[in-house]
């Protein structure tokens, strides 16, 4: 089908995992349900039609730093990390970054998640609400007015196939750069099935979740072609690609090889330190600017649904041999040898 509002061409999720993630997911948070979009067939909410042409439209500026992911791989943690590395001056207690992450760093596409009737909620329960603070609001404002109206340079985060990006970050024509992270399937499922929960009030089991993952049913899937599509460009001199694995393991050569990417210049082994420490699990979790639990609280407050979880977790690589059953391991065995990524995953 091809929809009216934009030339984007998009399919039902008529499969029995599709049809069972439409009806697992809050009907508070996404009424309309999801759609595969585009010739990728990436799984995002219908709303997202309304906004196709506003999203490849986007005018991109030279001096844009963009974090790409799918979701649960990282993202956050990659977010920080170029954010005081290219604002740092010099403070140990990175002052600069005592400011929601979402306001330094928004989520660009993230109003094409919404539906005219869950807009309306979130007017009236949180941009107009007193209550709320209003630095606590920045994540409901339309996003890609937030982003228009950024000073540069602009720091944007995105979960969109590449395919689906703005126009001119696929066709290369400004000087913008792209950092793309990627996560092990495993732990990205196992990961992504408790935000689900927690954010977007879903409602299945782990073993629920893990098959419409593996089926290419859940919110930006299909995750093979998420990766893909930017592995195959990761030679390009405007992209970055890095690993949640990567990082765990040596942070620090991380730090430096983005500072190289991003034109810093070589990071004294004290500003490494400094940054790696403030970049630490134990310290990202319980970071108010970063945490993310205004979000959670205001999302709940909207899908009603009670979760026993943070949006920082455990940060671990291999996590999910502590919740996936010998039988869905098996199923992502088999998935992941059909799919496998030579040289990544």
């Known amino acids: 089908m091809t929809c009216p509002l934009s030339p984007v061409e998009y399919a039902e999720l008529d499969s029995k995992e599709g049809r069972e ?24 909410a219908r709303s997202y039609l309304s906004f196709y042409d506003r999203i490849k439209n986007f005018v991109i500026r030279d001096d844009d730093v963009w974090v790409v992911s799918f979701p649960k791989t990282g993202t956050t943690w990659t977010q920080e990390l170029v954010w005081c590395m290219m604002n740092d001056d010099g403070d140990d207690d990175f002052e600069k970054a005592k400011k929601d992450l979402g306001q330094r760093f928004p989520y660009f596409e993230v109003r094409a998640n919404w539906s005219p009737r869950l807009a309306s909620i979130i007017e009236k329960n949180v941009v107009e609400n007193e209550a709320v603070s209003s630095d606590k609001k920045h994540f409901f404002q339309d996003s890609f007015t937030l982003a228009e109206n950024m000073a540069s340079p602009r720091f944007l985060k995105c979960h969109l196939h590449f395919s689906l990006l703005p126009t001119q970050l696929i066709e290369k024509s400004t000087k913008a750069k792209i950092i793309y992270v990627a996560r092990n399937p495993k732990d990205t499922c196992t990961s992504f099935y408790h935000h689900s929960c927690l954010l977007d009030g879903y409602g299945g089991t782990l073993e629920q979740f893990a098959e419409q993952f593996i089926t290419d049913n859940v919110f930006c899937s299909p995750f093979w072609t998420h990766l893909k599509e930017f592995w195959e460009r ?71 649904r009670t979760y026993d979880s943070t949006f920082m977790r455990k940060g671990k690589v291999g996590s999910w041999q502590d919740e996936l059953s010998v039988a869905i391991v098996a199923k992502m065995d088999a998935w992941i040898a059909e799919n496998r990524i030579e040289g990544l995953y």
């Open 21 to 44: 993630w439409n009806q697992l997911c809050s009907p508070e948070i996404y009424d309309e349900g999801y759609i595969k979009l585009g010739k990728t067939k990436g799984v995002f």
């Open 234 to 304: 990761r030679d390009r001199d405007d992209i970055l690609f890095l690993t949640y694995e990567d990082m765990k393991k040596d942070l620090p050569s991380v730090i430096q090889k983005t500072a190289k990417f991003l034109g810093k210049a070589e990071l004294s082994p004290e500003q490494v330190r400094k940054l790696a420490d403030h970049l630490s699990f134990e310290k990202m979790k319980v970071n108010p600017f970063v945490n993310q639990e205004s979000v959670v609280e205001n999302l709940r407050k909207i899908h009603g």
